[in-house]
């Protein structure tokens, strides 16, 4: 018989994080710092809002592009929030969620050989969308010195004559990097002088802890040259609802509907109804929300701190990215002994790039209170291997 699998698919790893979810699901006990899940329930208003849509019927597909409520709503969050105007009809694209925009914009731009720059650790989707799309992704390595920020030398370095995009994935998963708007006008400078475009990845944008998220579409000449990604999964709480959307040049944006067209057909309807709730009437649930995170991130940055842990103080999403170099052994080896003898599952640095080696990623996407009982577990892990290298 034909080998009826494609080379291309067989060739991209899996995710990384999924092996250790999948463990910790089976075993009793077990506390998962793994998930970039928010613990909250979505907020009853939302949730509301979605079950109405269904008591009224509203089950049928809207239009490709979304409900244009949402879009209008899309359109005024980004206004209020950044400063950005955007065609609600031929600017605005509604999809399954952020992975799902993500995927349509590089197929949307790409041609084969095309380089696309990835600037890791960074989320899991970007590479292998890339290699889906025929792109060629060029990892730019990005360094614990520099709070894992991109810098403009680092971004010249890795510009070839093929290059045509660069991911910025700010505020960072994993690491919980941002950029600042004095380092984002650096990455601006480069950008429009080699004429790259830019998909800006600002899923985490509402979860930023040291003033107001700086978006690269905000700069003069970039919001020609620049598709916005962003959701509702980690601000509003709603990652089981599946909605995310992109803004952008409408000619990108057009050709971005017309994959979704024939892949999805339409984003969820409850979901955009919800969405729409969320969006008018949900700034309060998202500070609510901001503020929880917050008083975690600095629980955790000191706990590590008195662990003498070296762990640099991250300002967005819901991660901290400690470095665990001093025990001499690998990410894996790390997560896996953390797991088997604490009961603790966090998810290897490498899973998200090969330069994540010798780092995990925490989420405190979790209480307090579970947040409290695994450190407790990690510090007794860690003098365990500290009293081990010195016998």
């Given at each position: 018989?034909?080998?009826?699998?494609?080379?291309?698919?067989?060739?991209?790893?899996?995710?990384?994080?999924?092996?250790?979810?999948?463990?910790?699901?089976?075993?009793?006990?077990?506390?998962?710092?793994?998930?970039?899940?928010?613990?909250?329930?979505t907020?009853?208003?939302?949730?509301?809002?979605?079950?109405?849509?269904?008591e009224?019927?509203?089950?049928f597909?809207?239009s490709?592009?979304?409900?244009?409520?949402?879009k209008v709503?899309?359109?005024?969050?980004?206004?209020?929030?950044?400063?950005?105007?955007?065609?609600?009809?031929?600017?605005?694209?509604?999809?399954?969620?952020?992975s799902e925009?993500?995927?349509?914009?590089?197929?949307?731009?790409?041609?084969?050989?095309?380089?696309?720059l990835?600037?890791?650790?960074?989320?899991?989707?970007?590479?292998?969308?890339?290699?889906?799309?025929?792109?060629?992704?060029?990892?730019?390595?990005?360094?614990?010195?520099?709070?894992f920020?991109?810098?403009?030398?680092?971004?010249?370095?890795?510009?070839t004559?093929?290059t045509?995009i660069l991911i910025?994935?700010?505020?960072?998963?994993?690491?919980?990097?941002?950029?600042?708007?004095?380092?984002?006008?650096e990455?601006?400078?480069?950008?429009i002088?080699k004429?790259?475009?830019?998909?800006?990845?600002?899923?985490y944008?509402?979860?930023?802890?040291?003033?107001?998220?700086?978006?690269i579409?905000?700069?003069?000449?970039?919001?020609?040259?620049?598709?916005?990604?962003?959701?509702?999964?980690?601000?509003?709480a709603?990652?089981?609802?599946?909605?995310?959307?992109?803004?952008?040049?409408?000619?990108?944006?057009?050709?971005?509907?017309?994959?979704?067209?024939?892949?999805?057909?339409?984003?969820?309807?409850t979901?955009?109804?919800?969405?729409?709730?969320?969006?008018k009437?949900?700034?309060?649930?998202?500070?609510?929300?901001?503020e929880?995170?917050?008083?975690?991130?600095?629980?955790?940055v000191?706990?590590?701190k008195?662990m003498?842990?070296?762990?640099?103080?991250?300002?967005?999403?819901?991660?901290?990215?400690?470095?665990?170099?001093?025990?001499?052994?690998?990410s894996d080896?790390?997560?896996?002994?953390?797991?088997?003898?604490?009961?603790?599952?966090?998810?290897?640095g490498?899973?998200?790039?090969?330069?994540?080696?010798?780092?995990?990623?925490?989420?405190y996407?979790?209480?307090?209170?579970n947040?409290?009982?695994?450190?407790?577990r990690?510090?007794?892990?860690?003098e365990?291997?500290?009293a081990?290298?010195?016998?």
């Open positions: 018989m034909r080998n009826p699998l494609s080379d291309k698919v067989i060739s991209i790893e899996p995710s990384g994080i999924r092996k250790f979810f999948d463990i910790v699901s089976e075993m009793k006990d077990a506390i998962s710092l793994g998930v970039g899940e928010p613990d909250f329930d907020p009853w208003h939302i949730r509301d809002e979605g079950i109405y849509s269904l009224k019927g509203r089950t597909y809207t490709n592009a979304g409900l244009k409520e949402l709503e899309i359109c005024k969050y980004l206004k209020r929030r950044v400063g950005l105007d955007y065609d609600y009809n031929l600017e605005t694209l509604v999809t399954v969620g952020g925009a993500i995927d349509l914009a590089l197929r949307a731009m790409i041609n084969p050989g095309d380089e696309v990835i600037p890791q650790p960074s989320y899991v989707s970007y590479l292998p969308c890339t290699v889906l799309a025929d792109g060629v992704p060029v990892v730019i390595e990005l360094k614990a010195e520099n709070q920020k991109l810098t403009r030398q680092e971004l010249l370095d890795g510009i004559p093929k045509k910025l994935p700010f505020p960072n998963n994993p690491t919980g990097a941002i950029m600042t708007r004095e380092e984002l006008k990455i601006v400078e480069v950008v002088e004429d790259i475009f830019v998909i800006t990845d600002e899923i944008s509402e979860l930023s802890y040291s003033g107001n998220h700086v978006s579409a905000e700069f003069p000449g970039m919001k020609e040259r620049t598709i916005l990604i962003n959701g509702f999964s980690k601000a509003y709603m990652t089981g609802w599946r909605l995310g959307y992109a803004v952008g040049p409408k000619e990108i944006i057009e050709q971005m509907i017309k994959i979704h067209q024939f892949a999805i057909m339409c984003a969820p309807t979901s955009q109804y919800a969405a729409v709730e969320a969006l009437n949900g700034d309060e649930d998202v500070a609510a929300m901001r929880a995170y917050d008083q975690r991130r600095r629980f955790l000191n706990a590590f008195e003498k842990l070296e762990c640099f103080e991250p300002f967005g999403a819901f991660y901290v990215f400690p470095c665990i170099r001093e025990f001499g052994m690998t080896e790390f997560a896996t002994r953390l797991l088997k003898e604490e009961k603790v599952a966090v998810v290897p490498t899973a998200f790039g090969s330069c994540g080696e010798g780092f995990l990623r925490i989420s996407a979790y209480s307090l209170e947040l409290k009982l695994a450190l407790e990690i510090n007794r892990f860690v365990r291997l500290r081990e290298k010195c016998n």
